[in-house]
């Protein structure tokens, strides 16, 4: 079956601090894979894919096919960060997303 | 942000009265997707539509129904409301589907007493 897992509820660091988003996900074929983050009380807003490879608010991801993961980077952690972070997959043959559950990021001053 | 739209933005209703969400785009997207979000749960897709009148269930459809009439609309009814369905619901819509991401609206917070 397909599932993305988050294994974090909440991850909380200080400014200026790496940050590791972590992404598993459970997929036999090829996904894609992308972030969603959600500031408070706002619409959910694509961060990144990983088709595109670049890097969007310094995050970056890669794709490991041999771990199956998708982990979200940050070298150095900004208060605007502090956000829900969704990990989602979208198989090649359908149009759905397959939501984790998410993390809550909190970066303290 | 995509031109996507949801109401109202906020309904509080009572057990067993019947409720519709609305979502309005303006970007003449042919996939419109109907999600909720639900705290340890993330979002769950509840149904989707991938044309005008043609939609279909997603992973947590039960008590719940949808309508496209038009390209721009796509309704998402409560039949008898319960407190389960307490929830934030999120429209999304994405151009061609497979190959596009999705684009999501502003979100509805919906309590059922």
């Known amino acids: 079956a397909q599932r993305v897992t988050q294994p974090e509820k909440l991850l909380s660091v200080f400014k200026g601090a790496p940050v590791e988003l972590k992404c598993n996900y459970s997929?036999?074929?090829?996904?894609?894979l992308f972030w969603y983050v959600q500031y408070s009380r706002q619409r959910l807003q694509l961060l990144l894919r990983?088709?595109s490879r670049e890097s969007i608010k310094g995050f970056t991801a890669d794709l490991n096919k041999g771990e199956t993961s998708f982990h979200l980077k940050k070298p150095f952690a900004q208060e605007e960060d502090s956000a829900m972070y969704y990990c989602a997959l979208r198989s090649y043959n359908t149009d759905k997303l397959i939501f984790g559950t998410g993390t809550r990021l909190q970066v303290f001053p | 942000d995509a031109g996507i739209t949801q109401s109202p933005r906020h309904k509080v209703t009572e057990t067993g009265t019947p409720v519709t969400l609305r979502c309005h785009q303006t970007e003449n997207h042919r996939y419109m997707y109907w999600y909720r979000q639900d705290p340890g749960h993330g979002l769950r897709l509840i149904h989707y539509s991938y044309g005008v009148k043609d939609t279909d269930k997603g992973e947590v459809s039960d008590g719940y129904s949808v309508s496209r009439s038009k390209t721009e609309d796509f309704l998402l009814t409560l039949e008898s409301a319960t407190s389960s369905q307490t929830s934030v619901y999120f429209c999304?819509?994405?151009?061609?589907?497979?190959?596009?991401?999705?684009?999501f609206g502003p979100g509805t917070r919906l309590l059922v007493l």
């Open positions: 997929y036999s074929g090829s996904p894609e």
């Open positions: 990983h088709i």
């Open positions: 999304a819509i994405s151009e061609a589907g497979k190959k596009e991401t999705q684009y």
